[in-house]
């Protein structure tokens, strides 16, 4: 499990928006890459991805989406030969986007993210994972809500990695 990795994911995002009863969900997919070192049958790296998600809701009169997301993460597992099983957590970034009638407003937040994963190598340099990550981008003070609005998401997503 060693050394450098990248990779492309999909999967489903659903969550709240604080201070609102709307509730984002939608398809979301992108682009994942990190480092591993391994040290007998623990393994310990780092890894940061790039979403474009769909997730929206509206809930009159407001519309929310997060239209882009990212996390920079630590990873802690343990292999059991070809299959990993993680814990990660770590810096959340991400646009969460305000809209009402014709006003619109675009929040970058900053965040956290945690989660748990399995990954199964199924060629030398190939991997598929499927990973949960609970993300909170915090809150921001909105002038078309007139309150601070946060997004706290669930992501389910299947991905695979090329291990270089």
Avoid: C
Avoid at 20 to 35: A, C, F, R
Avoid at 89 to 118: H, I, N
Wanted: charged share 15%.
């Amino acid at each position: 499990w060693s050394g450098f990795y990248a990779g492309a994911n999909l999967g489903y995002q659903w969550g709240k928006i604080s201070n609102s009863s709307v509730n984002p969900k939608g398809i979301e997919g992108g682009l994942q890459g990190g480092y591993n070192w391994q040290s007998g049958q623990f393994v310990f790296g780092g890894e940061t991805d790039i979403q474009f998600s769909a997730a929206d809701d509206t809930f009159a009169p407001y519309k929310f989406s997060n239209p882009w997301f990212g996390t920079l993460r630590g990873r802690i597992g343990y292999a059991f030969n070809n299959i990993l099983a993680y814990a990660t957590g770590g810096l959340a970034y991400g646009d969460v986007k305000g809209e009402s009638g014709t006003l619109t407003e675009t929040k970058t937040q900053l965040g956290w993210a945690l989660g748990l994963g399995a990954e199964v190598g199924f060629t030398p340099n190939w991997s598929a994972k499927v990973e949960y990550l609970y993300m909170d981008l915090g809150s921001r003070h909105y002038s078309i809500t007139g309150v601070d609005n946060g997004l706290q998401t669930s992501i389910l997503r299947l991905g695979v990695n090329y291990h270089f």
